[in-house]
């Protein structure tokens, strides 16, 4: 450890254990005690500023803030949550109920935004981590990815994917039976002819919703119709996958009685189709999408859902953080819960 760093380490230590809002040591001081340069504690009370634990109170004068509170002992944990820097309903969604639920369950929050191309975050400039909570990008998570995180040597979990076989923690919605859910409902409505629409980017939670939905719907008897819209990763997934239902509704009506859109951004784009071509909801399609948007139930008619537990997926992943045990991973799976609405109905006969 060099003298710098030496400095900054003993720097810190004495922050911390001053009241917030007092003055701190003059750079003169700090020389002549540690019999350093001014270069050398300039360096460090930069990085001391940069980290929060300091601010400047007039031209000569430093002043300690409250950020030295979270250093000290029985302090709340600093949690990082990570999310692409992408326009979505959904991280938004997420990112609020971190944010609600900090108080309750007991710790501070970070946010991160990083490029929605990379998979994982590749910068984390935080003065104080405690746990990570990772939603990752466009494409599959890679031993890299992994070595990358572990490197952080904090506590970390995969949000919203489940990944068993990697060594690493992960929280999920169990989009199986998700899927399953859906088709039992529209098979109890007495539909046999069920089409699911792809009208987000593909990927392993969009392929396990549709595998639920197509196991449960040919077991018994239900004819399923996959329609791919083609969207891929940067897309604007509700216009794309608007235009595409529109253009086909316009050429044909639909062959089936009932869909399922996989998620909830994208069903009003559906609807919008479904309108503009004269299709009646639920009397000529019933449809049921994925999601807990906060307003499903404020369309006309207000939409089914199969809605996910964010709230409990936040408490799981926050119970991993903090209970820690090195070597021992968890894949936490959460079910789904099916609201019923007006945008399904018994099939008309």
């Known amino acids: 450890m060099n003298k710098s760093e030496q400095l900054y380490c003993e720097l810190k230590g004495q922050l911390v254990a001053r009241a917030p809002g007092s003055t701190f040591r003059t750079v003169r001081s700090i020389m002549d005690d540690f019999d350093v340069s001014q270069a050398t504690v300039s360096s460090a009370i930069q990085r001391l500023t940069e980290e929060g634990l300091l601010r400047k109170n007039g031209r000569r004068s430093m002043e300690v803030t409250d950020a030295v509170l979270r250093y000290r002992k029985g ?76 490197a952080l040597d904090v506590p970390y979990v995969i949000f919203g994917r489940f990944l068993p076989g990697l060594a690493l923690h992960s929280v999920s919605n169990d989009e199986e039976y998700t899927g399953a859910v859906a088709a039992h409902h529209l098979f109890e409505l007495g539909h046999r002819k069920l089409a699911v629409l792809h009208s987000e980017p593909e990927g392993e939670g969009m392929t396990a919703r549709t595998k639920g939905f197509r196991q449960f719907a040919e077991l018994h008897g239900c004819s399923v119709e996959v329609i791919e819209c083609g969207v891929r990763a940067g897309d604007d997934a509700v216009r794309k996958s608007y235009e595409f239902m529109k253009k086909r509704f316009s050429e044909k009506v639909p062959e089936f009685s009932a869909l399922f859109v996989l998620s909830d951004s994208t069903a009003f784009g559906i609807y919008q189709a479904c309108h503009e071509c004269g299709i009646a909801i639920p009397g000529q399609l019933g449809v049921v999408t994925c999601g807990e948007a906060w307003n499903l139930a404020y369309r006309a008619p207000a939409l089914t859902s199969v809605g996910i537990d964010h709230a409990r997926l936040v408490e799981e992943a926050v119970r991993i953080l903090k209970k820690n045990v090195p070597g021992k991973f968890e894949h936490v799976q959460v079910k789904a819960e099916l609201t019923v609405r007006a945008s399904t109905a018994p099939v008309a006969s």
């Not at 302090?75 to 609600?100: D, T």
């Not at 746990?131 to 890299?144: N, P, Q, R, W, Y």
Request: hydrophobic share 40%; charged share 30%.
């Open 75 to 150: 302090a709340k944990p600093v949690y990082c949550l990570a999310i692409p820097r992408w326009p979505s309903e959904y991280y938004n969604m997420v990112e609020l109920c971190f944010m609600e639920q900090a108080e309750r369950l007991g710790y501070e929050l970070e946010i991160v935004h990083y490029d929605w191309k990379q998979r994982v975050p590749r910068e984390l400039e935080l003065p104080k981590l405690d746990g990570l909570v990772v939603i990752t990008g466009v494409s599959d998570i890679t031993g890299d990815d992994v070595s990358f995180l572990d």
